[in-house]
């Protein structure tokens, strides 16, 4: 198999194309699945590079999923690059030129730069048709909780378009700009959200012999489910439990027991027999404290992301790419986390991969997720490189 390497030098030009829509998109952040205006400025910069074979709604009539398909002169394989377009709820504390104008509306995790960094590889596929295969070209909206890539999945992404294998970035803070980071395998976390709602007895808080009080219910599950990682999950795996949210009564009803309280929180696993598990004792544990307290329990678990899994044999050829592309001293070897990341409904579709992206300097040095986080406009070149570099060569094969 013969493999192209794109070097990011080759890339300036639409580099600073995708850098100019970025701080659009960028100054007008949308959070959820309907993002209206994101749309409008991804499509038009589409147009912009001559592209015309360009879908809309793909995941539905409230869903902004834009699909560019962009055909080489030669036959080949199809593959699927995605981007996540939505913003966060969040406050912006940047002072860049093109800060956001909205209120609690922030591209804090870089999707924005993910965005730019698709239409630099679209761009640069529009004037440079001497290819084989099939790009398909995916920017979705709601990563952040909304399960976007679902929706797109399930609105026929992967036959419509005949997508044999997925590819994508996320930015990565941790990581000097011009470096990429693979992980093999298991890479981000199955990200579920469960409840416990415990209804008593209300009462008097002087006579709590005479009422059932899901409070004290409440209080012992948070920490009986601190055993479920400790004490049911192997050492040589890895789960989170955490409790986040605990609510009850009325914060002027200091003389009031309630009848119900409400246990909120995440759990985060890798396995599907771990978060088979975790379901399991969650619900085991809510019920037996419930029954000991003379209460009902009603535990809910919902199962958001599936864990993400990076193909081995993708991860190796598409890091062996990057090493020529960018250099070997570029190319990082990076650990699991357990964030969720939406993706996965990709790659449960098709092999492929993600990887992370390089964003930190010395004007770029905030987490993602924060006030002062910017995605770093000299990242893609970098990550425009290492993607065409992917699927140039996955289409050949």
């Keep these: 198999m013969a493999q192209v390497i794109i070097k990011p030098q080759a890339l ?31 499509v038009e910069a589409l147009k912009s590079f001559g592209c015309e074979d360009i879908h809309t ?13 962009i055909k080489g002169n030669k036959p080949g394989r199809t ?57 398909v070209a995916i920017f ?25 294998e997925f590819y994508a970035l996320h930015t990565e803070p941790s990581l000097d700009v011009g470096t990429v980071g693979f992980i093999e395998g298991y890479a981000t976390a199955n990200a579920d959200i469960f409840e416990i709602t415990f209804t008593g007895k209300g009462g008097h808080g002087s006579r709590p012999q005479m009422a059932h009080d899901p409070v004290v219910a409440a209080a012992e599950a948070v920490g009986a489910l601190q055993s479920i990682v400790s004490r049911n999950v192997s050492p040589e795996l890895s789960a989170v439990v955490s409790v986040c949210s605990l609510q009850a009564g009325d914060t002027n009803g200091t003389s009031v027991i309630p009848q119900k309280a409400l246990v909120r929180g995440t759990a985060r696993s890798f396995e ?21 307290h003379e209460m009902q329990a009603t535990p809910v678990y919902t199962r958001l992301y599936p864990a993400m899994y990076n193909t081995p044999e993708r991860v190796q050829e598409a890091q062996s790419l990057a090493v020529q592309c960018l250099g070997e001293d570029c190319v990082k070897p990076l650990k699991r986390s357990h964030g969720g990341e939406d993706f996965s409904f990709m790659l449960l579709q098709r092999p492929g991969c993600l990887f992370r992206l ?27 490189a290492v993607l065409l ?9």
């Design 12 to 42: 300036s030009e639409c580099a600073e194309a995708a850098a100019a829509v970025r701080h659009i998109i960028h100054a007008c952040p949308e959070v959820g699945l309907d993002l209206v205006e994101t749309e409008k400025t991804i």
């Design 57 to 69: 709604r793909v995941g539905g009539k409230d869903v902004a999923g834009v699909v560019c398909v």
């Design 79 to 135: 593959i699927g690059l995605r981007a996540d377009s939505d913003a966060l709820p969040l406050n912006e504390n940047t002072g860049v030129p093109y800060t956001s104008t909205k209120e609690k509306r922030m591209h804090a995790c870089g999707h924005d730069g993910h965005v730019a960094t698709l239409l630099a590889v679209v761009k640069y596929l529009q004037e440079n048709r001497d290819f084989a295969g099939t790009l």
């Design 140 to 164: 979705q909206p709601g990563e952040e909780g909304f399960a976007g890539a679902r929706f797109m999945v399930e609105d026929g992404l992967v036959d419509r378009f005949g997508i044999e």
């Design 272 to 292: 599907p027999e771990v978060r088979d598990l975790i379901e399991r004792r969650i619900a085991t544990i809510a019920e037996g404290i419930a029954i000991a």
């Design 358 to 384: 390089g964003n930190r300097d010395a004007e770029h040095d905030a987490p993602v997720h924060n006030e002062r986080f910017n995605f770093n406009d000299k990242a893609i070149a970098t990550g425009a």
């Design 389 to 397: 570099s992917i699927a140039l060569t996955r289409m050949s094969a």
